[in-house]
C-alpha cells in the first residue's frame, strides 16, 4: 500500500504531525522533493522535533526513511540535523539517502543570496537555503550527486570544474567585488575538506530508494510518501514565479520519488483551517487587521526554518478546490481548528470576484490572481476549547458545522482534524456532514 501525503497550501500545513500520526503504521517513508528549505514539526512526549529533510517517520525505531531521488542534500546542514536527531535518542540506523539525490553545494547559497539582493523589492523571499539554485544545476546536468559525492576521485574532479564555473557566473552575473567579498566560501582546499568528511560519514546510508519501494510495496509493506512544501508551492501548478524549485504535488512524487502512479492507493492532502503563508507572493485571503495577528499568534505561526513571521488569511476553499484536482486528493487532513478558538466570527473564501464574475477555479496566472477579490461565506464562531477533542461529537456545533460546509464545497473527505500539536491532539474522522 503506498500514500501519498502532500501540502494543500502553501506549506507548512502540518504535514509533519501527519506523517508521524501516520508514520506508526508505516514500514516505509520517503522524502522525494526539496530540501532543507523544509521544516516539518513533530511534537512527542513533550519534545519538539524541528525536521527538515530527515523523513518525519524516524521517530519510530525500525522505519525506513529514504531521502529519494528529487531531494536535494546539504551534507553539512543533514549532518547537523542528524546529530541533532541522535541526540534525542533517536536511531539513525533507518536512514537512506538516494544515489541520484542532487547535492546543495556552498556556491549554491552563495547565488540564492546573490539573485535575491539583485532582484531587490521583486525577491522571492527563498528561505536562502541554495535550493532553486540547485535545482538549476539539476536542469542544466551539470549537478553534482550523491553517487558522486561518496566517490573521492569524481566529486574532485566536479567540484574543480563547478567552482571555475561558478566564479565566471557569479563574477559575470554579481560583479568582480560580490565574488571576492564570498570567495572564502568557494574555496576548493576548504570545500574537498568538508564534503569529504561529510561523504565519509553519509556513505553507509546510500540507496536506491526506488527499489526499497518497489520491494516494499510488493511485498505488502506499507510506504508514505511525506510531501515537503505545498501545492501553491509547486513549481508548474503553484504561484509562479513566487515558487519553490520542485514538484511538492502527488505527481511529484512519481517522477521523482521513481514510483509509478498506478501503484500509489491514496493522495491525502494536509491544511489548516486557515491559509498562511511566507515569502512573496500574492495571497487573497491575507488579512492586515487584528484577526491576521490573532490568528499568527495563537497558531504560533512563525517559520520553523527561516523564524519569519507567517502571513496569515482566512481559510480559501478556491485553493483547496484546486488542491483537490491537481493532486487527485481522496481525503483531506484538516488541521489547527484549535486556532480558530475565541473568535466570534470565521469566514471562508468560496469564490473570486473578478470585475463582477465569480469565479471558482483557482487562476492559471499570478497576474490574474492579483485581479481577485475573495467571496467570503461567514460562520459563527465557538469559544469552548476543543484541544482535549477525541472525536467528533467531542466538538461544538459551530466547528462541525465550519468543517462539513469545508468538506461540501471541496469535494472531498475530512479524514483527520488537528486540535492542537500533538501527536496525540489529532482524530480520524470518516468524513464530516451534517
Ligand atoms: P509542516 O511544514 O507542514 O510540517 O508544518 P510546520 O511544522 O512548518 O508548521 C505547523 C505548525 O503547527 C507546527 O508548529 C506544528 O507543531 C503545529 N501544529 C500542527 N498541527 C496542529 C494543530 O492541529 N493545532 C495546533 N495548534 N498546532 C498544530
Ligand atoms: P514546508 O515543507 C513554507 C517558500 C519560501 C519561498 C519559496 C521559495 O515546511 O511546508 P525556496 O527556498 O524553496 O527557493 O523558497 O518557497 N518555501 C516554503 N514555505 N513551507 C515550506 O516548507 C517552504 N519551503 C519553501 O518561503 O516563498
Ligand atoms: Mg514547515
Same mark, same amino acid.
Given at each position: 500500500?503506498?500514500?501519498?501525503?502532500?501540502?494543500?497550501?502553501?506549506?507548512?500545513?502540518?504535514?509533519?504531525?501527519?506523517?508521524?500520526?501516520?508514520?506508526?503504521?508505516?514500514?516505509?517513508?520517503?522524502?522525494?522533493?526539496?530540501?532543507?528549505?523544509?521544516?516539518?514539526?513533530?511534537?512527542?512526549?513533550?519534545?519538539? $522535533?524541528?525536521?527538515?529533510?530527515?523523513?518525519?517517520?524516524?521517530?519510530?525505531? @525500525?522505519?525506513?526513511?529514504?531521502?529519494?531521488?528529487?531531494?536535494?542534500?546539504?551534507?553539512?546542514?543533514?549532518?547537523?540535523?542528524?546529530?541533532?536527531?541522535?541526540?534525542? %535518542?533517536?536511531?539513525?540506523?533507518?536512514?537512506?539517502?538516494?544515489?541520484?539525490?542532487?547535492?546543495?553545494?556552498?556556491?549554491?547559497?552563495?547565488?540564492?543570496?546573490?539573485?535575491?539582493?539583485?532582484?531587490?523589492?521583486?525577491?522571492?523571499?527563498?528561505?536562502?537555503?541554495?535550493?532553486?539554485?540547485?535545482?538549476?544545476?539539476?536542469?542544466?546536468?551539470?549537478?553534482?550527486?550523491?553517487?558522486?559525492?561518496?566517490?573521492?576521485?569524481?566529486?574532485?574532479?566536479?567540484?574543480?570544474?563547478?567552482?571555475?564555473?561558478?566564479?565566471?557566473?557569479?563574477?559575470?552575473?554579481?560583479?568582480?567585488?560580490?565574488?571576492?567579498?564570498?570567495?572564502?566560501?568557494?574555496? $576548493?582546499?576548504?570545500?574537498?575538506?568538508?564534503?569529504?568528511?561529510?561523504?565519509?560519514?553519509?556513505?553507509? $546510508?546510500?540507496?536506491?530508494?526506488?527499489?526499497?519501494?518497489?520491494?516494499?510495496?510488493?511485498?505488502?509493506?506499507?510506504?508514505?510518501?511525506?510531501?515537503?512544501? @505545498?501545492?501553491?508551492?509547486?513549481?508548474?501548478?503553484?504561484?509562479?514565479?513566487?515558487?519553490?524549485?520542485?514538484?511538492?504535488?502527488?505527481?511529484?512524487?512519481?517522477?521523482?520519488?521513481?514510483?509509478?502512479?498506478?501503484?500509489?492507493?491514496?493522495?491525502? %492532502?494536509?491544511?489548516?483551517?486557515?491559509?498562511?503563508?511566507?515569502?512573496?507572493?500574492?495571497?487573497?485571503?491575507?488579512?492586515?487587521?487584528?484577526?491576521?495577528?490573532?490568528?499568527?499568534?495563537?497558531?504560533?505561526?512563525?517559520?520553523?526554518?527561516?523564524?519569519?513571521?507567517?502571513?496569515?488569511?482566512?481559510?480559501?476553499?478556491?485553493?483547496?478546490?484546486?488542491?483537490?484536482?491537481?493532486? %487527485?486528493?481522496?481525503?483531506?487532513?484538516?488541521?489547527?481548528?484549535?486556532?480558530?478558538? %475565541?473568535?466570534?466570527?470565521?469566514?471562508?473564501?468560496?469564490?473570486?470576484?473578478?470585475?463582477?464574475?465569480?469565479?471558482?477555479?483557482?487562476?492559471?496566472?499570478?497576474?490574474?490572481?492579483?485581479?481577485?477579490?475573495?467571496?467570503?461565506?461567514?460562520?459563527?464562531?465557538?469559544?469552548?476549547?476543543?484541544?482535549?477533542?477525541?472525536?467528533?461529537?467531542?466538538?461544538?456545533?459551530?466547528?462541525?458545522?465550519?468543517?462539513?460546509?469545508?468538506?461540501?464545497?471541496?469535494?472531498?473527505?475530512?479524514?483527520?482534524?488537528?486540535?492542537?500539536?500533538?501527536?496525540?491532539?489529532?482524530?480520524?474522522?470518516?468524513?464530516?456532514?451534517?
Amino acid at each position: 500500500m503506498i500514500t501519498a501525503l502532500a501540502g494543500a497550501q502553501w506549506g507548512d500545513e502540518g504535514k509533519g504531525k501527519i506523517i508521524d500520526i501516520m508514520a506508526a503504521e508505516a514500514d516505509v517513508v520517503v522524502r522525494a522533493t526539496g530540501g532543507n528549505n523544509a521544516g516539518h514539526t513533530v511534537v512527542s512526549g513533550g519534545k519538539t $522535533y524541528k525536521l527538515h529533510l530527515v523523513p518525519s517517520g524516524i521517530l519510530y525505531d @525500525g522505519t525506513i526513511c529514504c531521502i529519494g531521488p528529487g531531494c536535494v542534500v546539504d551534507p553539512l546542514s543533514l549532518i547537523k540535523e542528524m546529530d541533532e536527531v541522535n541526540a534525542n %535518542g533517536t536511531s539513525l540506523n533507518g536512514l537512506r539517502i538516494d544515489y541520484r539525490a542532487h547535492i546543495v553545494m556552498p556556491y549554491h547559497l552563495v547565488i540564492d543570496e546573490l539573485s535575491e539582493l539583485a532582484k531587490g523589492a521583486g525577491d522571492i523571499g527563498t528561505t536562502k537555503k541554495g535550493i532553486g539554485p540547485c535545482y538549476m544545476d539539476k536542469a542544466e546536468r551539470v549537478g553534482i550527486r550523491f553517487y558522486d559525492l561518496i566517490h573521492p576521485e569524481l566529486f574532485a574532479d566536479k567540484l574543480r570544474a563547478a567552482l571555475e564555473n561558478k566564479k565566471k557566473y557569479i563574477v559575470g552575473m554579481f560583479g568582480e567585488s560580490a565574488y571576492a567579498e564570498r570567495a572564502a566560501l568557494l574555496d $576548493y582546499d576548504t570545500i574537498l575538506a568538508s564534503y569529504t568528511a561529510a561523504a565519509d560519514r553519509l556513505k553507509q $546510508y546510500a540507496a536506491d530508494t526506488a527499489v526499497i519501494v518497489y520491494e516494499a510495496n510488493e511485498s505488502g509493506k506499507n510506504v508514505l510518501f511525506e510531501g515537503a512544501q @505545498g501545492t501553491l508551492l509547486d513549481l508548474d501548478m503553484g504561484t509562479y514565479p513566487y515558487v519553490t524549485s520542485s514538484h511538492p504535488v502527488t505527481g511529484g512524487f512519481c517522477v521523482s520519488g521513481g514510483v509509478g502512479p498506478t501503484l500509489i492507493n491514496r493522495c491525502i %492532502g494536509i491544511a489548516k483551517c486557515y491559509t498562511t503563508r511566507v515569502g512573496k507572493g500574492p495571497f487573497p485571503t491575507e488579512l492586515f487587521d487584528e484577526t491576521g495577528d490573532f490568528i499568527r499568534e495563537a497558531g504560533a505561526e512563525y517559520g520553523v526554518t527561516t523564524g519569519r513571521a507567517r502571513r496569515c488569511g482566512w481559510l480559501d476553499l478556491v485553493i483547496l478546490r484546486y488542491a483537490v484536482r491537481v493532486n %487527485g486528493l481522496t481525503g483531506i487532513a484538516l488541521n489547527k481548528l484549535d486556532t480558530l478558538t %475565541g473568535l466570534k466570527e470565521i469566514k471562508a473564501c468560496v469564490g473570486y470576484d473578478i470585475d463582477g464574475k465569480t469565479v471558482r477555479d483557482f487562476p492559471a496566472d499570478i497576474h490574474e490572481l492579483e485581479k481577485c477579490t475573495p467571496v467570503y461565506k461567514s460562520f459563527a464562531g465557538w469559544s469552548e476549547d476543543i484541544t482535549k477533542a477525541e472525536k467528533l461529537s467531542d466538538l461544538p456545533a459551530a466547528a462541525i458545522n465550519y468543517l462539513a460546509f469545508i468538506q461540501k464545497e471541496i469535494g472531498c473527505k475530512i479524514m483527520l482534524v488537528g486540535v492542537g500539536p500533538d501527536r496525540k491532539q489529532s482524530f480520524p474522522v470518516d468524513g464530516v456532514e451534517i
